[in-house]
C-alpha cells in the first residue's frame, strides 16, 4: 500500500515556476515507477511526465518537454515535478501516482493516486 500526498502548487504568473512534490508513505516506494498526470476543467486526465523506480530514466509529454522535470529522492520517499516557462494552458489539478508497470503514459497502469494539487497560471 502506497499513500500519495501532494503539495506545491499554487497560482504564479506565465512565465514563472513552481516545484510540486510528493510525498509517499510506505516503505515499498522505491519498487513504483511515478507519473505525474494533470487535469483540467473540462478536460480528460493527460499524462504529464514519469520517472522509473531507479531514476535512471524520465518520460515527458511533447506538451511539456523541455519545461518539466521530474526527479526523485527514494530515501525521502519523495517525487518532485519542476515546472518552469509555466502558461496558462498548464493550468489543471495535478496528480501524482505511482505503478509497478512500464506504461507510464497510461493512466490505468497506476494504482495508487494523491488527491491532487491545482496549478493556475495567469496570463
Known amino acids: 500500500q502506497v499513500q500519495l500526498v501532494e503539495s506545491g502548487g499554487g497560482l504564479v504568473q506565465a512565465g514563472d515556476s513552481l516545484r510540486l512534490s510528493c510525498a509517499a508513505s510506505g516503505h515499498t516506494f522505491s519498487q513504483y515507477g511515478m507519473g505525474w498526470f494533470r487535469q483540467a476543467p473540462g478536460k480528460e486526465r493527460e499524462f504529464v511526465g514519469a520517472i522509473t523506480w531507479s531514476g535512471h530514466n524520465t518520460y515527458y509529454a511533447d506538451s511539456v518537454k523541455g519545461r518539466f522535470t521530474t526527479s526523485r529522492d527514494n530515501a525521502k520517499n519523495t517525487v518532485f515535478l519542476q515546472m518552469n516557462s509555466l502558461q496558462p494552458e498548464d493550468t489543471a489539478v495535478y496528480y501524482c501516482?505511482?505503478?509497478?508497470?512500464?506504461?507510464?503514459?497510461?493512466?490505468?497502469?497506476?494504482?495508487?493516486w494523491g488527491q491532487g494539487t491545482q496549478v493556475t497560471v495567469s496570463s
Open positions: 501516482a505511482a505503478t509497478l508497470q512500464a506504461a507510464f503514459s497510461q493512466a490505468w497502469a497506476y494504482d495508487y
